[in-house]
């Protein structure tokens, strides 16, 4: 039987816990410290970055004429991005290694950590595909459908969607569907597991019986993800799904509970020690909630029988998320509710597409995808006040150790709902 999880057996080894971590955060600031000042110490300098957005854009200039460009989002091989402009006849170059002069002027440190702006002159691209460029040819070949060919691509490269299928699954309410994060890792981790177990099973009774199974599927699994990860630059949300996927088996090996506010502020805390610079990223903090509110669900309603879990947590997520939503992206529609039936309907499109392209019969769901599409209605701009958000936010928390709040919690995400409903109707 699981024993309550105790992390630390005494405030003494909290505390020595957290120094750790605010060591660790001070040693990597001073890193991305010293790497901002080596870009700025010169007017312009001369770096490495690979193209991973890219996008035509027009504008009205003072004097009337219309300006039409290229805007650029690259990554360096330091990790910082930046979006910078090019010509508008500047070629399709979308996961291009390119070498280019950046101007960083008055950047300061902070918008450093952050995505920043900044002049550039592109020197050279390189003409040989990546890896990943060589997959989404694969990918395309698949499908006639530009849109599945971005889907497809978007689900198993990380390859940003278009500005247009953005806004549409936005509208849908299923744009986390379509960026990988720890929910897709989930899901390939199930994967993985039961199809190692049939040869694993066939040479572990001839060689070595003595050997568990759930530890060795366990660390290959892990390596083939880490793997992964890295193919894919190490998305936030991916990330602080994979540590806490090692520090969840390491807890639950050792005869603790898994599903604790525990575990996910110790994932928390030792990734942004490590990487300060997702302190500044939006989608690191909604995964980290998206994986509260499952958390904060299983702790005061573990009693419920598994099949009622899995009917209400979708319905839950929602409602508990939707304020983030609103605050952070004022957008809403009639068709949005519907994400909770399209959630759990991934659960078996996402493995089954997979097997589906590995076959070479990618265009199964094409016409499928198309009809999603189709459902996306016009939007209206609904904006969460500062007030109510912050009030949401504050119930969240005092939720973990009060079970009387979370009724709160649930009419007052129910309100919000209703009330967004009620807006979108109105138009």
């Not at 050792?254 to 302190?279: H, N, Y």
């Not at 996402?350 to 392209?357: D, G, M, Q, T």
């Amino acid at each position: 039987m699981l024993q309550k999880l105790e992390l630390f057996n005494s405030i003494k080894e909290f505390f020595l816990f957290i120094a750790v971590c605010v060591f660790i955060f001070s040693y990597s600031l001073l890193v991305e410290y010293n790497n901002f000042k080596n870009l700025t110490q010169f007017d312009s300098q001369i770096i490495e970055a690979r193209i991973i957005k890219q996008y035509t854009k027009t504008k009205i200039k003072k004097n009337g004429k219309l300006r039409t460009y290229q805007v650029l989002k690259l990554q360096s091989d330091k990790k910082y991005s930046f979006y910078t402009i090019a010509n508008k006849n500047f070629p399709s170059s979308k996961l291009k290694q390119v070498r280019l002069e950046i101007w960083t002027g008055k950047l300061t440190f902070l918008e450093y950590l952050q995505t920043f702006f900044a002049p550039s002159h592109i020197l050279e691209v390189d003409k040989n595909n990546s890896m990943k460029s060589d997959i989404n040819k694969l990918i395309e070949s698949q499908h006639k459908d530009s849109n599945s060919t971005q889907i497809y691509q978007a689900l198993y490269t990380a390859t940003p969607l278009s500005r247009d299928l953005q806004k549409i699954f936005a509208v849908l309410g299923v744009s986390h569907l379509f960026a990988i994060s720890g929910f897709h890792l989930g899901v390939l981790a199930t994967l993985l597991f039961f199809v190692l177990k049939t040869p694993y099973k066939f040479f572990q009774h001839r060689y070595f019986p003595y050997r568990s199974y759930k530890v060795d599927s366990f660390i290959i699994i892990s390596i083939l993800l880490f793997i992964y990860m890295l193919f894919l630059d190490v998305p936030a949300s991916l990330l602080r799904a994979y540590v806490m996927m090692i520090i969840g088996f390491i807890l639950y090996d050792r005869g603790f509970k898994i599903v604790s506010m525990w575990t996910l502020f110790l994932t928390a805390i030792l990734i942004l020690s490590f990487t300060p610079r997702l302190f500044f990223s939006i989608g690191f903090w909604l995964s980290i909630a998206g994986v509260f509110y499952i958390f904060l669900f299983l702790l005061h309603f573990k009693n419920l029988h598994k099949i009622w879990q899995f009917i209400f947590i979708p319905i839950w997520v929602y409602l508990m998320m939707l304020p983030y939503s609103l605050y952070i992206f004022h957008t809403f529609s009639l068709m949005h509710p519907l994400s909770i039936i399209w959630t759990s309907l991934f659960t078996i499109f996402y493995p089954l597409s997979i097997v589906l392209h590995l076959l070479s019969q990618g265009d199964v769901f094409d016409y499928s995808l198309s009809t999603l599409l189709s459902l996306a209605s016009y939007p209206q701009d609904i904006e969460l006040s500062h007030e109510i958000f912050f009030s949401f936010l504050t119930l969240s928390l005092i939720s973990v150790v009060n079970r009387k709040v979370v009724v709160i919690l649930i009419f007052f995400g129910g309100f919000i709902f209703i009330d967004s409903i009620y807006n979108v109707t109105q138009f």
